[in-house]
């Protein structure tokens, strides 16, 4: 049988960074709430949360690297609503990639709560709260992948 290794869903004595844009705000607070809700009830005490906010989507990965190897993980939050020009596409991808390069440079745990959305009722749909809500979703993956990390560096080679 295979050895397996795998993150617990246990918050306590790990450190988050929350990263949350204020364009679309009334949708990302939602999110906002859905991942600190989340992080709280899976033990996460409140000094061990740190809350940024920055103007939008596209300003979310650079700051991503600024923080990343601060905390255990970082969770970005933010909305991205399609309009009529190709305007959310470019943005869409850069952060999707900006973002995923930030977690393999730094080697650090970077959870996706942007959401991308084709309607505003699309948005409320994955900002409301209870199931389904992809702030919660983001900060539950960033504390089992900070979970993989630490049993990852604590294994013997």
Wanted: aromatic share 8%.
């Amino acid at each position: 049988m295979p050895r397996s290794f795998e993150g617990d869903l246990n918050a306590d004595g790990l450190r988050f960074g929350v990263i949350a844009s204020r364009f679309n705000d009334e949708i990302v607070a939602g999110l906002l709430s859905g991942a600190l809700d989340c992080l709280v009830r899976h033990g996460a005490a409140d000094d061990s949360i740190d809350l940024f906010r920055c103007p939008g989507a596209f300003e979310i990965p650079a700051l991503t690297r600024v923080l990343a190897e601060r905390y255990d993980a970082i969770i970005a939050i933010g909305c991205l609503l399609r309009g009529d020009t190709p305007h959310f596409e470019f943005i869409a991808a850069q952060v999707t990639s900006d973002l995923s390069r930030v977690a393999v440079d730094t080697r650090q745990p970077v959870a996706f709560g942007v959401i991308t959305c084709n309607t505003y009722e699309q948005a409320v749909a994955r900002s409301s709260p209870g199931a389904g809500n992809k702030g919660w979703e983001a900060a539950l993956a960033a504390i089992e992948m900070a979970n993989l990390w630490r049993v990852l560096r604590t294994e013997k080679k």
